[in-house]
């Protein structure tokens, strides 16, 4: 069984950065993972993307034109990935930073204010992308919160550990957020 | 952002960041290149950790420069390595074919982007012919590793500082910008391979001893002749003891997908796609490209049916499966330019048309 998540954004969002807690935090569940960047000619406010497949076997395509969760941090990338969500499937969609909109009957929409959360509540707006993890590990069940604050120290170097408690809390948030709330 | 490595724990990292920390492990004991798109990450990661170690990192003023430090780093005896891409390792050709005449033990990394030309920087296989064929003049033969994985890219280039050493040869492991790009549980083991003494050639000082010359220049005929048979016995001695590659589902398989490196992990779904539909498809996967594993295709085909190799470049390998299969069954491609390798879908799909 494969499951395929893509994050997209814009560049400067930690759109990168929460794929990469993601495939540790399934590295640490003991699963074969990949996590693959669009890499290219990007800049800072431009779009970006990262894909993190979760299999039991070896993975085989790492770069993928469907997934079964996508996180949308922008109205650039929901305008794009909407069509991309396997049916059955989920998109988180920033409602921040994006227009409440269904267009297709066949997947789940999760609409949640990441961008003003992260203001309001954490006090930093680069705390979304963590955040959107937290709306993730709730809807999608596949992975746990515990696992994903280990992830966290993985993937956060020595001399900024002390922003893991912050972290911890935006991923609780946005774990606990009332997802009819729209 | 790069995870601590440390031997026998799993850490998520990059292809390129396993390069470098296997070449380290490896013993490498000096680091020149020049930055290029989708590798970079080698030199940025070994521009660190060598100084960290006290070992040599010269960030070069050419690729031409970089090559050449090699050559003249592994003249005295120790690992050497360079990393580079495409369009910045034709540059390398010349220097290569040095090192084989030369007998020195380069290791060289190659993170294939797409060409011809400066081409752009997303993965690609179109570098097979430059890596196999070579473009530096002369008989010579680059031994050439080819991972698919990240676990692999580390593991490989253990591989190539001992087949380098062992062999005195240069060698190649060809990656390309998906595998740099992307990142993988990897487990580091210690470098697995015997120490390989050089102390009867490397130039390390002539006190005590006569002078010794290391150069690729034999004026007379017959010395040159002598030389290349000697050269080429070597080879035959390379392809007997190293060739490796990988097989899946081959021991009933009408059909043989034939890929290396990356694409290979699309082939593989692709072929557990086509077993589903009750198509009977193996998975022949070389990991050296030379040595070819030229004696095995050939025995295959005396019951295959059909082989497909997968590329994403115009057709390269397929022409070394014609080779090893030597008529005996037709030998078939599905390619794409440049990009990420097709989807197991889109193969299966082709797989379909062409039986």
Same mark, same amino acid.
């Given at each position: 069984m494969? *499951?395929?998540?893509?994050?997209?954004?814009?560049?400067?969002?930690?759109?990168?950065?929460? !794929?990469?807690? %993601?495939?540790?935090?399934?590295? %640490?569940?003991?699963?074969?993972?990949?996590?693959? +960047?669009?890499? !290219?000619?990007?800049?800072? !406010?431009?779009?970006?993307?990262?894909?993190?497949?979760?299999?039991?076997?070896?993975?085989?395509?790492?770069? *993928?034109?469907?997934?079964?969760?996508?996180?949308?941090?922008?109205?650039?990338?929901?305008? $794009?990935?909407?069509?991309?969500?396997? @049916?059955?499937?989920?998109?988180?969609?920033?409602?921040?930073?994006?227009?409440?909109?269904? #267009?297709?009957?066949?997947?789940?929409?999760?609409?949640?204010?990441?961008?003003?959360?992260? =203001?309001?509540?954490?006090?930093?707006?680069?705390?979304?992308?963590?955040?959107?993890?937290?709306?993730?590990? *709730?809807?999608?069940?596949?992975?746990?919160?515990?696992?994903?604050?280990?992830?966290?120290?993985?993937?956060? +170097?020595? =001399?900024? @550990?002390?922003?893991?408690? #912050?972290?911890?809390?935006?991923?609780?948030?946005g774990y606990e957020y009332d997802l009819l709330k729209v | 952002m790069v995870a601590e490595c440390v031997e026998n724990k799993k850490v998520l990292i990059k292809g390129n960041f396993a390069i470098a920390q296997a070449a380290i492990n490896a013993g490498c004991e000096c680091y020149f290149g020049y930055p290029i798109t989708p590798q970079s990450e080698i030199g940025e990661f070994m521009s660190g950790k060598m100084q960290e170690l006290g070992r040599a990192y010269v960030s070069a003023e050419s690729e031409l420069a970089a090559i050449n430090m090699v050559l003249g780093a592994c003249s005295t005896g120790v690992k050497a390595m360079s990393s580079s891409s495409s369009c910045a390792v034709a540059l390398m050709q010349e220097a290569l074919s040095y090192a084989t005449a030369d007998e020195l033990p380069v290791v060289l990394v190659s993170v294939m982007r797409g060409g011809p030309g400066l081409g752009n920087i997303y993965p690609s296989q179109g570098d097979y012919f430059q890596s196999t064929k070579g473009g530096g003049n002369g008989d010579y033969k680059l031994i050439v590793l080819a991972p698919s994985t990240v676990q692999e890219c580390a593991d490989l280039t253990y591989k190539a500082f001992y087949l380098a050493q062992k062999y005195k040869n240069p060698t190649v492991l060809l990656a390309d910008g998906l595998l740099g790009q992307m990142m993988e549980p990897v487990e580091f083991k210690p470098y697995p391979y015997p120490e390989i003494d050089n102390s009867s050639w490397a130039l390390t000082g002539a006190k005590g001893r006569d002078g010794r010359i290391i150069r690729s220049y034999a004026p007379l005929a017959d010395n040159q002749c002598e030389f290349l048979e000697k050269l080429y016995e070597k080879y035959r001695k390379i392809e007997e003891n190293e060739t490796e590659w990988e097989e899946i589902g081959t021991e009933d398989?009408?059909?043989?997908?034939?890929?290396?490196?990356?694409?290979?992990?699309?082939? $593989?779904?692709?072929? #557990?796609?086509?077993?589903?539909?009750?198509?009977?498809?193996?998975?022949?996967?070389?990991?050296?490209?030379? +040595?070819?594993?030229?004696k095995r295709l050939n025995e295959l085909a005396d019951r295959v049916k059909k082989f497909i190799t997968v590329e994403v470049n115009m057709g390269?390998?397929?022409?070394?499966?014609?080779?090893?299969?030597?008529?005996?069954?037709?030998?078939?491609?599905?390619?794409?330019?440049?990009?990420? +390798?097709?989807?197991?879908?889109?193969?299966?799909?082709?797989?379909?048309?062409?039986?």
């Open positions: 494969e *499951k395929d998540f893509i994050i997209a954004g814009f560049g400067g969002q930690g759109v990168l950065l929460a !794929g990469e807690v %993601l495939a540790n935090g399934f590295m %640490l569940d003991d699963k074969k993972v990949t996590w693959y +960047p669009s890499y !290219g000619a990007e800049m800072r !406010g431009g779009t970006v993307n990262c894909t993190v497949v979760m299999s039991e076997d070896e993975v085989s395509a790492v770069q *993928k034109s469907q997934a079964d969760y996508i996180i949308v941090l922008n109205q650039a990338s929901f305008d $794009k990935y909407e069509f991309w969500v396997r @049916k059955g499937g989920a998109i988180i969609v920033n409602s921040s930073l994006a227009a409440i909109s269904r #267009k297709r009957e066949d997947i789940n929409y999760v609409f949640a204010p990441i961008t003003q959360m992260a =203001h309001d509540k954490l006090g930093n707006i680069k705390m979304s992308n963590i955040l959107a993890l937290g709306i993730l590990a *709730k809807i999608s069940g596949v992975i746990n919160l515990s696992t994903l604050e280990n992830a966290l120290n993985n993937v956060i +170097p020595a =001399h900024r @550990k002390n922003l893991i408690p #912050k972290n911890v809390e935006a991923l609780k948030l | 398989a009408d059909i043989v997908l034939v890929s290396f490196g990356s694409t290979s992990r699309n082939v $593989k779904t692709a072929a #557990k796609l086509c077993r589903q539909k009750g198509l009977k498809v193996g998975v022949f996967r070389p990991i050296t490209l030379f +040595p070819f594993p030229n390269q390998m397929v022409n070394d499966v014609k080779l090893a299969v030597n008529g005996k069954a037709p030998v078939e491609l599905i390619h794409k330019g440049v990009g990420a +390798p097709p989807s197991p879908e889109d193969i299966m799909s082709q797989i379909e048309e062409l039986i």
